[in-house]
């Protein structure tokens, strides 16, 4: 049986062939996936309500395609959590000598 490697994960022989992991995940599934997901939820209560948004892929680097989710603009999203919770913070203590800032502290 000759084998001849047509592309990196592709092998034809002359009574068999295989596929990527990936070419057979397009094989088999009928349905398009979703792009991204988007959830509202509160992070923390009394901060108003936060849009993520999570990008869905497909890793088929293993024995098995698996899914994975990513938030995308982590960084973002945290840094507006921040703000928002530092105004209201500020708002609450505007009355005393308490300064709010954001930030980081290594000891």
């Known amino acids: 049986m000759e084998k001849r490697k047509a592309y990196e994960d592709h092998e034809v022989g002359d009574f068999s062939a295989s596929r990527s992991a990936m070419e057979s995940v397009e094989a088999k599934s009928k349905l398009q996936l979703p792009k991204y997901f988007v959830f509202n939820t ?3 209560k009394g901060l108003d309500c936060q849009a993520f948004t999570l990008r869905l892929s497909i890793l088929t680097g293993g024995d098995k395609p698996v899914l994975v989710a990513r938030l995308i603009k982590a960084e973002q999203i945290q ?6 919770f530092a105004d209201k913070l500020t708002s609450e203590l505007k009355d005393t000598d308490i300064t709010v800032n954001i930030g980081t502290v290594e000891i």
């Not at 840094?79 to 928002?84: G, L, R, S, V």
């Open 42 to 44: 509160v992070t923390y």
């Open 79 to 84: 840094e507006a959590i921040a703000k928002e």
